[in-house]
């Protein structure tokens, strides 16, 4: 029968319902357990271990999808198929690694019969499941467990709401690791050179800034007026000084100093820059990433960031207004 547009929302809504409240169950039952598994985990990565997921079915998919977070966070980490695990890939498995089976009963055949063959690999296991009263919970020596009133399914057959509160947690678990672990942005940049993201945590200031006739610099010596002309000509909103023999930077002039300097009277324009310039301004260095730019830009409240070298020399500008068009936001 046709899809009816009230019908259809109303059982989109419900469906979304039913997932909500076993994500909440699911959050609100975290305990002990958790933490237990979380250390395991943090003791095998310490030992230079791996984690091995396996699951059957949607099981499968989620703990493929978990695996490949972790591993996407510098914790090495496999899917093992239960069925070929039973004809060869048992090979894979090392002892000292942490293996985290997924079954939303806990009773899947496939999984029950991997649980002795991996104990004797001498890897411990994580029963990763729905039913913390199940044989899968019983056997092994660590729990997650999610809490799944109902599934969104009308016919309460397809799994739904437990494939979406496993996710959930196996994200949080990776999520937990990745913090305790102190994983840097420059850490996550190495796991993931290709790709949007790769290239937007990999480029640097000096990527990202203008230079060149872009780059205005003047001595703070000059008069305001001068400053101006160098800024209009890089149409720039700011112009980099410098003092001394060695070029360093002194301070910064931007188009609102500029503005202020007007109240100051007649023969502003003469002045020299130095009177209006804002001293010790914000910079970041050539070789910083340039996410730890956007990090300034959004603690300083300000519209330009000198770029500077080893030397404290401005070697470039990069103007906020630059920063969407690399995708950095």
């Known amino acids: 029968m046709p899809i009816s547009p009230k019908s259809a929302l109303a059982r989109a809504r419900h469906c ?4 909500r409240d076993a994500l909440q169950d699911t959050s609100r039952g975290l305990g002990g357990e958790f933490v237990s598994t979380a250390r395991a985990v943090e003791s ?37 198929d239960p069925t070929q695990a039973l004809h060869g890939d048992l090979g894979l498995c090392d002892e000292g690694d942490l293996a985290i089976l997924l079954s939303n009963s806990g009773q899947s055949d496939e999984i029950l019969r991997l649980v002795p063959l991996l104990k004797r690999f001498g890897l411990k296991i994580v029963a990763f499941t729905g039913n913390p009263r199940s044989d ?20 309460k057959l397809a799994p739904t709401a437990s494939t979406t509160a496993a996710l959930a ?38 990527d990202i800034m203008r230079s060149g006739d872009r780059l205005p610099v003047a001595r703070d010596t000059v008069s305001l007026q001068e ?46 820059v130095s009177a209006f310039m804002t001293r010790r301004p914000k910079v970041i260095r ?33 103007d906020g207004q630059d920063l969407p068009k690399f995708k950095i936001v």
């Not at 979304?16 to 997932?19: D, F, K, N, V």
């Not at 990565?45 to 791996?50: F, L, P, S, V």
């Not at 493929?64 to 966070?73: E, L, P, V, Y």
């Not at 409240?301 to 020399?313: A, E, F, P, Q, Y």
């Open 136 to 155: 899968l919970a019983r056997d092994a020596d660590y729990g997650l467990f999610y809490r799944v009133r109902r599934e969104a399914c009308p016919l």
């Open 169 to 206: 947690l196996g994200d949080a678990l990776a999520m937990v690791l990745l913090e305790s672990r102190g994983l840097t942005r420059d850490d996550f940049a190495k796991y993931h050179p290709a790709g949007n993201l790769g290239r937007v945590l990999l480029l640097r200031a000096r």
């Open 16 to 19: 979304i319902r039913i997932e």
């Open 44 to 80: 095998v990565i310490g030992a230079g271990g791996k984690l091995v997921f396996s699951g059957v079915g949607k099981s499968a998919h989620v703990a493929g999808k978990i695996a490949a977070t972790f591993n996407s966070t510098g914790v090495s980490s496999c899917f093992l």
């Open 286 to 318: 050539d070789d910083a990433l340039a996410v730890d730019a956007l990090r300034v830009f959004e603690a300083h409240k300000i519209d330009d960031l000198i770029v500077v070298d080893s030397s404290g020399r401005p070697v470039g500008l990069i």
């Open 227 to 272: 400053a101006i002309l160098a800024m209009t000509k890089a149409k720039s909103g700011s112009i980099a000084l410098v003092r001394g023999r060695g070029g360093k930077l002194s301070g910064i002039l931007t188009d609102g100093d500029f503005r202020r300097s007007a109240l100051s009277g007649p023969g502003f324009l003469w002045r020299p």
